[in-house]
């Protein structure tokens, strides 16, 4: 079986003067006074779709950050994005800019559906995804403890499985990851359940944006792409990624990473993460 597995695009479009409050007025200055905006570009978010398309996926998964700041413009621009890869089974959580404010909560689910933990069967394996993004000033995460009890629940019943979930648990060399703003505040408590169920054969998340591979120490592989519509900003170390894993009932057994190159998405030279980032 194979996955593609895209992340955080940021789809933006400029708010409109009356979604300018609160945290969405901070971020309008991050994004289009401080010039954040240009961290992802329209181009390649447009030419994402097909590039996947092209891999030969059997199915697709997204770990969140549609959007910028969760506007219903946002996700209708994001929706009408990736509905090319809605022809395959497509499975998506939120990020934490998809509940950029508590008015936006709910808004993710009408546009892209269910964000309960679930268990998904995906060929040889399960796909067990779990929602940890709230509303937070400072991007933090957070499992409920309802969320600790069915994420258990659902490892326990899903046989060979992949986790996914938004937030990184290790930082690229296999540390917790931090900082503490912008990270899964309760990241260990997610590991203690995590530890539990060796059926977990990998992780899959996104939120960091120049992307890794590396392992919960005596644990599964984590994978994270990078961003699947960063801007192409070479000199910064900055392109588009998204990946392919080739999946059996052991685990993943080949990735396929692909990178922007300017024009085009191509197989990252060198193998996958051999760019560094
Ligand atoms: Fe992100
Ligand atoms: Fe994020």
């Given at each position: ?5 895209i ?13 300018l409050?609160?945290?969405?007025a901070?971020?309008a ?6 010039g954040?905006?240009h961290?992802?570009?329209r ?13 030969n ?12 700041t969760a506007?219903?413009?946002e ?6 994005l990736l509905?090319?890869?809605?022809t ?8 934490n800019?998809d ?5 936006s ?9 269910d ?7 995906a ?13 937070d000033?400072?991007s ?20 060979p499985c ?14 917790p990851?931090?900082p503490?703003g912008r990270?899964?505040e ?12 060796l059926n ?11 992307g ?5 120490p005596g ?11 960063y801007a192409?900003?070479?000199?910064q170390h ?16 080949g ?7 300017g024009e ?7 193998g996958?993460?051999?760019s560094?980032?």
């Amino acid at each position: 079986m194979r996955l593609a597995h895209i992340t955080d695009l940021h789809v933006e479009r400029t708010p409109k003067l009356a979604d300018l409050l609160g945290k969405r007025a901070l971020g309008a200055v991050n994004l289009y006074v401080l010039g954040r905006s240009h961290h992802f570009s329209r181009a390649v978010q447009e030419a994402l779709p097909a590039a996947v398309l092209a891999t030969n996926p059997d199915r697709i998964l997204c770990t969140g950050d549609l959007t910028a700041t969760a506007t219903d413009a946002e996700f209708t621009a994001a929706k009408a994005l990736l509905e090319p890869l809605r022809t395959l089974p497509f499975d998506c959580i939120p990020g934490n800019h998809d509940v950029y404010t508590d008015e936006s909560v709910g808004r993710y689910a009408r546009h892209f559906g269910d964000t309960s933990v679930r268990c998904i069967a995906a060929g040889p394996v399960a796909l067990v995804l779990v929602d940890v993004c709230r509303p937070d000033w400072l991007s933090r995460g957070r499992a409920t403890a309802a969320d600790l009890v069915a994420l258990d629940a659902a490892l326990a019943g899903a046989g060979p499985c992949i986790l996914g979930l938004h937030y990184p648990l290790r930082d690229r060399r296999g540390a917790p990851y931090g900082p503490a703003g912008r990270a899964l505040e309760n990241a260990a408590e997610v590991e203690a359940v995590i530890e539990k169920h060796l059926n977990i054969l990998a992780i899959l998340h996104g939120h960091e944006h120049h992307g890794y591979t590396t392992r919960i120490p005596g644990g599964p592989v984590i994978h994270n792409p990078g961003s699947s519509g960063y801007a192409f900003l070479p000199r910064q170390h900055r392109a588009a990624h998204f990946n392919v894993y080739e999946v059996d009932g052991t685990g993943i057994v080949g990735v396929e990473r692909y990178a922007w190159t300017g024009e085009r998405f191509e197989p990252e030279a060198g193998g996958a993460y051999a760019s560094g980032g």
